[in-house]
């Protein structure tokens, strides 16, 4: 680290600033200036992996070789009973690094960022910081009651203000006999210099210094207004005759030895980290030893995720950390500087603003702004990354928390594109969050993974993932009048049996085949519209849950679409919910185990009058208030919504989706989900059966096939139909409930579970149940043909009707149908 020029030169020659102590002093720190009303000057550390890209192995082995010294000097015994606290945000990272060397000791960091649920520890101000409030939020709420040392980590030592007023709190709640503070440097004045020993006597505690160098800065008269003048100065100077400025007013995006560079569209490639389950994202709750272990145990398979996914001819790569999250990025860009030939550094963003010029003796060269991504607890703000732009790396992996990956991390003027405008290959990996309070069951464990293709469903393996269990050797079916008698006479649920395979005639199946041809560009907008929709409004890495059978299609369109056009992987499973009995809890159990329910999206097909939708509210209430578990949206996303149920979807047009004309066969030949107590224990999925014998009739990847085929054409036509959604007011009117009712009392039925709106529902009456009568509107064209054919077939007639809100809608009384079921998926009786 012998630079030619140091890089505190610019500001030491025009303040009057001197470093002076150790030899090395100048190598570990740079100076800079910012604006702030207490201290206009920033010592710069070249080796904490914040402001500075550094090597990873540069930045852990100062922290790990403080931890080291902190042991030696406690002993083995007084180690063991050691706690570490490291300060936001500069210091997260060093301070867990200090707890790895200490050996056995638990770390905690501060944090600014409020926890709803955690109850806080402890709280402090710091100085001289841009962002003062400090928040102790430990999961375990005795962490820091114990009798052992403290070891207290920041980047410097100063004034010491910051550590001795955390010192003191935490000495009035939990006294003890030995405090060690840690720190890169020790820059106290020499005024400041017996404050340490006064405190300790003050508190009758011993308190040790431990730091890698020491020194001072000798600041003339006047320092601080000379400073702000300078910074105002260069402010003006970088901002006039040009948009793009390289003071504080960060909207233009850079500054510096970059500051003509335009952020670009382009997209963040995503790599999936495969984080290790029940390790926390760092120490904002507490950070054990076992935990360490674990997170050992797993780095090398992270790296080798990452390194699959740089490009291979990265030679010089960034790992870049996010505010408070230093410590998961530093030991990724670790592992990964060993397994890569490229050139590894690491460094974070941040919330502090500092100035950035081009010169080789000023430590900030150059800075990307970008809005705060996290939902800040005070508010929006603008955010900074330091010494990115400019500085030639051909990759960076943007490590960041799942708090943080919102749409303004996915924003025109987020981070993601500010990397993009400076580096041509820009990857996210996200750590998931850790929540303290969030269940840690046994349950989940017990629970099979997902049932994929081949072996269940004639689906890829990555298309969807089946949260159910294979029922394909068990007897299921039974003749629809039968079927209908048991249900009657016995009380039986619907879900406790299947239906017989409906086998399309040649003319159905043609029927099939010309819908699909006429309806693929309208499905692939529909699709395009409704995933738009998702990643803008839910989230920007969605992990999609079809509701089986209907909505699966629909799920793998929209996954394909999302890689399609963005080059989002996204996670797809498909989960079972019977009416009257709710969704497959031991589905929703795995999927809190494995993914953050926040990032949830249930889709199915269409709508009708909206039974489903309502069901699912109900079971996700009462799934959350049952297992403590939240997050969950019980919000539906669906193709169509002609009954006006939900805010997500495509259109809310009622025309035929040609996967609502077959059963299994457009399914992956997956039967109807099965729920009955003999067949589906306590810790069991619902079950599904697997058609193997139908594959000659199989067209479910034919469906897929032309649907994505017309990705392309409507790629446009989707886009602005999700900008004008995005714009309108969706609120559900629930018009399709209300028709249906009317319908219901009209038609003498009384129960509107036996009135089912729109095609796709009419079409599955036709298929599963004996029906009474379909009512059409009144010159509705080819979206009915294969719903006449069926009921020619079946004998059921059709009855045109001038006002109908749907393109159709299918009945089924009592009176004329044994067994027609009602809310509770019981029989409904006359």
């Known amino acids: 680290m012998n630079n030619v020029v140091w890089t505190g030169a610019w500001v030491a020659e025009r303040l009057g600033v001197e470093l002076v102590g150790d030899e090395k002093l ?39 070789a403080l931890g080291r010294r902190v042991r030696d000097l406690l002993g083995a015994e007084e180690s063991r009973a050691a706690v570490v606290l490291g300060y936001a945000e500069t210091a997260t990272g060093l301070g867990h690094c200090v707890a790895d060397g200490v050996g056995l000791a638990p770390y905690l960091h501060s944090t600014r960022r409020p926890v709803p649920g955690v109850a806080g520890a402890g709280g402090f101000e710091e100085a001289h910081s841009h962002a003062t409030s400090h928040l102790l939020l430990p999961e375990d709420p005795d962490l820091l009651a114990g009798s052992g040392p403290l070891v207290l980590v920041d980047d410097e030592f100063s004034t010491g203000n910051t550590i001795l007023n955390t010192i003191r709190d935490l000495h009035s709640r939990y006294p003890r006999e030995r405090y060690v503070v840690v720190a890169l440097v020790d820059m106290r004045s020499a005024a400041d210099t017996g404050r340490l020993d006064e405190f300790a006597r003050e508190i009758g505690a011993r308190v040790d210094l431990v730091t890698a160098a020491s020194g001072t ?103 870049l950390g996010f505010e408070e999250l230093m410590y998961a990025p530093l030991r990724l860009a670790r592992e990964l500087e060993q397994v890569v030939a490229a050139e590894v550094r690491y460094s974070t963003t941040t919330r502090s603003p500092v100035l950035a010029l081009d010169d080789p003796g000023y430590a900030i060269r150059s800075r990307l702004v970008f809005p705060a991504h996290d939902n800040p607890d005070d508010g929006p703000g603008e955010r900074y990354a330091y010494n990115v732009a400019g500085a ?51 349950r989940p464990s017990m629970l099979s993974e ?98 089986a059978r209907a909505g699966t299609p629909v799920g793998v369109l929209m996954r394909r679409w999302a890689k399609d056009r963005h080059g989002l992987d996204l996670p797809h499973y498909a989960v079972s919910i019977v009416r009257g009995r709710g969704i497959d809890a031991n589905a929703l159990r795995w999927l809190a185990a494995h993914h953050d329910p926040a990032d949830i999206v249930f889709v199915d097909g269409w709508t009708g009058k909206g039974a489903i939708t309502r069901e699912l509210a109900d079971a996700i209430r009462e799934f959350e208030e049952a297992e403590g578990v939240t997050g969950f949206d019980p919000e539906i996303a669906v193709l169509a919504d002609p009954g006006s149920c939900v805010r997500t979807y495509g259109t809310r047009e009622d025309f035929l989706i040609p996967s609502a004309c077959l059963n299994s066969t457009v399914s992956g030949l997956i039967s109807r989900t099965v729920l009955r107590a003999d067949l589906v224990g306590e810790h069991d999925f619902h079950g599904a059966k697997f058609y193997r014998e139908l594959a000659g009739s199989d067209v479910s990847v034919d469906f897929l096939d032309a649907v994505t085929a017309r ?37 003498g039925i009384h129960d509107v579970n036996l009135v089912k709106p729109g095609v796709g529902e009419t079409t599955r009456v036709l298929l599963r149940r004996v029906p009474w009568k379909i009512l059409a509107r009144a010159g509705a064209g080819a979206d009915l043909d294969h719903v006449r054919l069926l009921a020619e077939q079946r004998g059921v007639p059709v009855e045109e009707v001038a006002e109908l809100p749907y393109t159709c809608v299918g009945l089924i009384h009592p009176q004329y149908t044994r067994g027609a079921t009602g809310a509770d998926g019981r029989a409904v009786n006359a």
């Open 392 to 442: 030639g790396f051909d990759a960076v992996v943007a490590v960041v928390d799942s708090t943080a990956d919102t749409p303004e991390l996915h924003a025109e003027d987020g981070l993601l594109a500010q990397l993009a405008a400076h580096t041509p290959n820009v990857l996210l990996a996200v750590v998931p969050s850790y929540v303290p309070g969030r269940p840690s069951t046994e």
């Open 26 to 64: 100048s190598d570990l720190l740079g100076l800079a200036l910012r604006r702030n009303p207490k201290r206009a000057h920033l010592l710069v550390s070249n080796v904490l992996g914040k402001h500075v890209p550094q090597s990873p192995s540069v930045v852990y082995g100062y922290g790990f």
């Open 450 to 547: 997902p049932l994929r293709g081949p072996a269940f469903s004639s689906y890829a393996p990555e298309d969807v993932g089946w949260l159910l269990q294979d029922l394909s050797d068990v007897t299921l079916e039974a003749p629809t009048e039968e079927r209908e008698e048991a249900i009657q006479s016995g009380g039986a649920h619907y879900a406790e049996s299947l239906p017989v395979e409906y086998q399309p005639s040649a003319h159905y199946q043609e029927l099939f085949h010309a819908a699909l041809g006429t309806s693929a560009a309208r499905i692939a907008q529909a699709v395009g519209a409704v995933t738009e929709l998702v990643l803008a409004e839910r989230s920007p890495r969605p992990v999609l849950v079809s509701l």
């Open 217 to 319: 800065v000798r600041l003339p008269e006047g320092v601080l207004e000379k400073g702000q003048a300078l910074v105002a100065e260069h402010e003006t100077a970088g901002s006039s005759g040009s948009s793009v400025s390289p003071g504080f007013s960060g909207s233009s995006g850079s500054s510096g030895s970059d500051a003509l560079a335009q952020p670009r569209p382009g997209r963040a490639g995503r790599v999936e980290l495969g984080w290790p389950r029940g390790v926390p994202d760092g120490g904002r709750h507490g950070f054990t030893p076992g935990q360490r272990i674990r997170l050992d145990g797993a780095l090398p398979a992270l790296a080798a995720r990452i390194a699959d996914a740089l490009p291979d001819e990265a030679r010089r790569v960034l790992v």
């Open 711 to 747: 990705f392309p054409d409507v790629a446009d036509a989707a886009g602005a139909q999700a900008k004008e959604l995005l714009a309108a007011d969706r609120t559900p009117t629930w018009e399709g409930w209300r028709a249906v009712e009317r319908i219901s009392e009209e038609y």
